[in-house]
């Protein structure tokens, strides 16, 4: 849903609410602007009514032709407020560049896209999607046939420039989105060359929740004679939104502190921001085994299920987002209830556009912040020049966050009673429980347990991101591994192509039983898992199988070898997603 598509009921309610006439609805209607019909007809199409404040002052200046810089918080209808008067400007079937489209990251240039595609549905208008990590050719198809609307990330579009598939001569409109964003990510050579490569005379309108000064240099470089609007300021907080602080301690690994956190505040739904990917795959990867429905956001993820979990977590079908600011930046997700933050970012202006993430269009939100020392000249920062006004709240005691885990572990386990048959085995757990070694099976049992849901839940969603990650990961490993062999075979001739050994070597699935498929660890107890039926969890409980597979395997008789010098690279590829069962087992 984009920024602020509402249902015709929700605009009506809201015109008579407190606030009309606020950041999120104005008195004026769309029907008021100088748009053609066929415009007008997809925007109420939309459900759009009234405009958003933002949208009331920049429409006309923009359809004037004006450049403009436009500053407004995240969430107050942005998107609509460029789209409108570049789609209505823009002469149909032309089939040639006329409006580009810059936004920083593939996700929102996607959702802008999108946005366009509905508003301009009755008009006869062409949208080309220039982003990375899809196939080039079906874009390069798109140019050649003539596209009037190019929408993009800037590596992209730089890209098609130099392979000559696109020209910007024609594009008399250049939108920047997110302007400050973008810069931000070392964009700023990459737009300048795009800007210089549209058409002399053309329109800049630039888009921007903040002001960095890498934006006022490309304001004063590229935009004659230009509108400021500004609807926000730094100390701008969002009046909806509740800033909550808890602080970490040293002797309390933070991971487990977001894990109570979660049990204690239960959010409807969250995004939960990290500073670094491989924080980002630990913390996801740590709730998943916790039973929380969570997935993650992580540029090494292909396009495809990148665009599976946006639209999974868009559609309310997965409750918690693990992602990082490159991930996660642009992306409109409607009544998020929770903004959290795994560590504060270093920048004071990050803060405020994660916080921007929730409480869009009038609704309430609430930001949760775990914060330690570290992250003590961010928070001084978001209170003195931001003005946040933080709730500090202490995280549970020891008792209390095992009461809270044990109160969602029951939950999900009578959840999911009705689907299993489950009164067979009351004998069994009553003896279990009698073992010296019971709690010990007891706890095996619901690890596999909630695996099993893990592995069901996917299953149904069709969306598995952990799963993808750690695949590429180890993928990555073996072909860093496959370099050093081959590296010492050039090395005084010792090794030899795999396939060139006299026999000796062979794939790595059929070493004699020696070699596993990476997916087939006997490691864990989710190794029975991805052998067996996930409806069969019963066949699961019932057999020894998982806790002897948690064991390593007694070591195989090898050939005596030289020793090699490890690569510490693989490890670290894979590291973040090995096995966190020693957090799991200590409180």
């Known amino acids: 849903m984009s920024e602020n598509e509402t249902s015709q009921d929700d605009i009506e309610s809201t015109e008579s609410s407190e606030n009309s006439g606020s950041d999120y609805i104005s008195d004026r209607k769309f029907s008021d602007f100088p748009i053609s019909q066929e415009m007008l007809?997809?925007?109420?199409?939309?459900g759009y009514v009234h405009a958003t404040p933002v949208q009331a002052a920049t429409i006309d200046s923009a359809l004037a032709g004006k450049d403009l810089l436009v500053r407004a918080k995240t969430g107050t209808g942005k998107t609509a407020a460029f789209s409108i008067p570049a789609l209505e400007a823009t002469p149909a079937g032309v089939r040639e560049a006329r409006v580009l489209m810059l936004a920083p990251t593939r996700e929102l240039a996607q959702q802008i896209a999108a946005e366009c595609e509905e508003l301009a549905k009755y008009k006869d208008l062409r949208i080309a999607v220039l982003v990375g990590g899809l196939a080039i050719g079906p874009q390069e198809d798109a140019l050649k046939d003539g596209a009037e609307i190019l929408i993009g990330t800037p590596g992209r579009v730089m890209d098609h420039c130099k392979r000559g598939n696109a020209d910007l001569s024609t594009c008399a409109i250049a939108i920047l989105?997110?302007?400050?964003?973008?810069?931000?990510?070392?964009?700023?050579?990459?737009?300048?060359?795009?800007?210089?490569?549209?058409?002399?005379?053309?329109?800049?309108?630039?888009?921007?929740?903040?002001?960095?000064?890498?934006t006022e240099r490309l304001v004063s470089s590229y935009l004659k004679d230009h509108e400021n609007i500004r609807l926000s300021t730094d100390a701008d907080n969002v009046e909806l939104i509740e800033h909550v602080l808890y602080e970490t301690s040293p002797k309390f690994h933070k991971i487990r502190s977001l894990l109570f956190l979660l049990d204690l505040e239960n959010p409807t739904s969250a995004i939960i921001f990290c500073n670094t990917r491989e924080d980002t795959a630990t913390v996801a990867t740590f709730l998943d085994r916790q039973g929380l429905d969570v997935q993650l956001l992580s540029g090494e993820l292909s396009q495809g299920r990148r665009s599976q979990v946006m639209a999974k977590i868009k559609s309310g079908e997965v409750k918690f987002l693990v992602a990082t600011d490159v991930a996660a930046r642009g992306i409109d997700i409607s009544n998020l209830s929770h903004v959290i933050n795994y560590s504060l970012p270093q920048d004071a202006s990050v803060y405020l556009h994660r916080s921007g993430r929730t409480g869009r269009i009038g609704n309430e939100g609430t930001v949760i912040n775990l914060v330690g020392g570290a992250?003590?000249?961010?928070?001084?920062?978001?209170?003195n020049v931001h003005e946040i006004d933080f709730v500090i709240k202490e995280l549970p005691g020891p008792e209390e966050c095992i009461a809270l885990r044990v109160e969602r572990q029951s939950a999900q386990i009578k959840e999911a009673m009705g689907t299993l048959v489950f009164e067979t085995y009351m004998p069994t757990v009553r003896a279990l429980k009698a073992r010296p070694d019971g709690d010990m099976l007891l706890a095996a049992c619901m690890r596999a347990f909630f695996q099993w849901q893990r592995e069901r839940r996917a299953a149904a969603g069709g969306v598995d991101s952990l799963t993808e990650l750690r695949n590429k990961r180890h993928e990555k490993a073996d072909r860093e591994a496959e370099k050093r062999r081959?590296?010492?075979?050039?090395?005084g001739g010792r090794g030899r192509d795999r396939d060139d050994r006299g026999g000796r070597g062979r794939d790595?699935?059929?070493?004699?039983?020696?070699?596993?498929?990476?997916?087939?660890?006997?490691?864990?107890i989710s190794k029975s898992l991805s052998?067996?039926?996930?409806?069969?969890?019963?066949?699961?409980?019932?057999?020894?199988?998982?806790?002897?597979?948690?064991?390593?395997?007694?070591?195989?008789?090898?050939r005596k070898r030289k020793p090699k010098k490890k690569s510490a690279a693989p490890a670290a590829a894979k590291g973040a997603l090995d096995d966190l069962d020693a957090l799991l087992s200590s409180d």
Do not use: C
């Not at 810069?183 to 050579?189: A, E, I, Q, T, V």
């Not at 992250?375 to 209170?383: A, I, P």
């Open 177 to 214: 989105d997110e302007a400050d964003e973008m810069l931000s990510m070392g964009f700023y050579k990459d737009v300048t060359a795009i800007l210089d490569r549209t058409a002399k005379e053309r329109q800049v309108l630039l888009f921007s929740a903040t002001i960095s000064d890498d």
């Open 41 to 46: 007809k997809g925007i109420l199409e939309k």
């Open 486 to 491: 081959g590296g010492r075979s050039r090395d």
């Open 508 to 524: 790595r699935d059929d070493r004699g039983g020696r070699g596993r498929d990476r997916d087939d660890r006997p490691k864990r």
């Open 375 to 383: 992250d003590m000249g961010t928070r001084k920062t978001l209170v």
């Open 531 to 558: 052998k067996i039926d996930i409806a069969d969890l019963d066949a699961l409980l019932s057999s020894g199988g998982p806790a002897k597979a948690s064991a390593p395997d007694k070591p195989k008789s090898k």
